[in-house]
């Protein structure tokens, strides 16, 4: 296990050769877990990197052929894109846009193709990234680190919080280099990283604004229209506004991601290849409306008002018109 100081000085190392934005960064703190501070940021719902949490200890040993060796021979699904970036979309809201072009494909593979492609992957072909719920179809040894995980630590942190139920343990193994773009998720998360670097962009849900997510029936729900490597000025005028946080994590290092934050994920290039676990909970209920509603809230307002006109026009492209006419020279 590497000393926590040499985890630092690869960290600096790391903060020094990642690529520069159009908008400021500042650090997620990164706090032991045992820290007072960490607790109130987690209570908070801020984001912090949690040290010595010993969550995911039992699979700092995973790498490549270790899963290869024994994580059984069920299918996983492997995502496949002409560029290094993933843009998730929902399969599901394909029907309500025809001219939609899905940007990634994905394939049913065992482990061990998964790694035969990854082993005479070359310049020019696709880039591949596993992304799998964890389930019990993963062998004996995959069953005992997994039952190794901190459970008693994470269990704590989703009572003490008053989340709801754990939904899955996502699975993610990326080529160095990859990037999930710009989203947020509806669940609180807890990332944990095992193997290799990934860098996290983090903005609070009040930048809602600056970041432009798909109308709520698209494809992708949730996901950022701006492309940060070539932000368009003019057709998203807020964007200059936009300022956030990184957080790059090494093995061990467990990212407390809340809900609604947006986030886009970079398996740090040419640090290999990325291995890393997440464990998204249900959000507490809100239990007594505080005003002024915190922009969390505002988001999931929004989300249902777009709904709900979807449901009531029907056709879809009749949601914008409706939406101008309420607000265009009345609201503006
Ligand atoms: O844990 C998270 O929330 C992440 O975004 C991690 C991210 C992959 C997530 C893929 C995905 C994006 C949108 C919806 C469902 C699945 C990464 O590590 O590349
Ligand atoms: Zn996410």
């Keep these: 296990m590497a000393s926590a100081s040499n985890n630092e000085s690869v960290l600096e190392e790391i903060r020094a050769q990642v690529k520069s934005y159009h908008f400021p960064l500042d650090e997620v703190p990164r706090l032991n877990c045992h820290d007072p501070r960490a607790e109130r940021l ?36 492997v995502y496949f894109s002409n560029t290094h ?23 049913d593979l065992t482990f061990q193709e998964f790694l035969r492609k990854m082993n005479k992957w070359k ?6 990234y596993l992304q799998q719920s964890l389930n019990n179809t993963v062998g004996p040894r995959i069953v005992q680190d997994f039952t190794a995980f901190n459970w008693t630590w994470v269990t704590e942190q989703q009572r003490k919080n008053k989340w709801g139920p754990l939904t899955s343990n996502l699975l993610l193994v990326g080529m160095e280099g990859v990037i999930t773009p710009v989203h947020y998720d509806e669940q609180q998360n807890f990332f944990a990283q095992i193997h290799g670097y990934k860098r996290f962009l983090l903005f609070e849900p009040g930048m809602f604004p600056c970041l432009y997510p798909y109308p709520v029936y698209h494809p992708h729900d949730r ?13 998203f005028p807020k ?6 946080q990184q957080a790059i994590l090494a093995p061990g290092d467990v990212l407390y991601l809340p809900v609604y934050w947006w986030h886009q994920v970079e398996s740090v290039p040419e640090r290999g290849m990325t291995i890393s676990v997440n464990f998204w909970y249900k ?3 809100t239990e007594k409306v505080v005003y002024p509603l915190k922009p969390q809230q505002k988001v999931a307002m929004m989300r249902n008002i777009e ?3 979807c449901d009531v026009l029907v056709n879809v492209e009749e949601v914008g018109p409706l939406m101008q006419s309420m607000v265009l020279g009345r609201y503006t």
């Design 42 to 77: 987690i209570q908070n719902e801020e984001p912090v990197i949690l040290t010595d949490t010993n969550l995911v200890a039992s699979a700092l040993q995973w790498d490549a052929n270790y899963l290869g060796e024994h994580i059984g021979n069920s299918n996983y699904t």
């Design 85 to 107: 970036k993933f843009l998730y979309y929902d399969d599901k809201k394909i029907s309500k846009v025809p001219s939609f072009v899905p940007p990634t494909r994905h394939q």
């Design 123 to 128: 310049n020019g072909d696709p880039w591949m």
């Design 223 to 235: 996901q950022s229209q701006v492309d940060f490597d070539n932000p368009d000025f003019e057709k």
């Design 239 to 244: 964007l200059p506004e936009l300022r956030g």
């Design 283 to 285: 959000s507490a209920p």
């Design 307 to 309: 709904k709900m006109i």
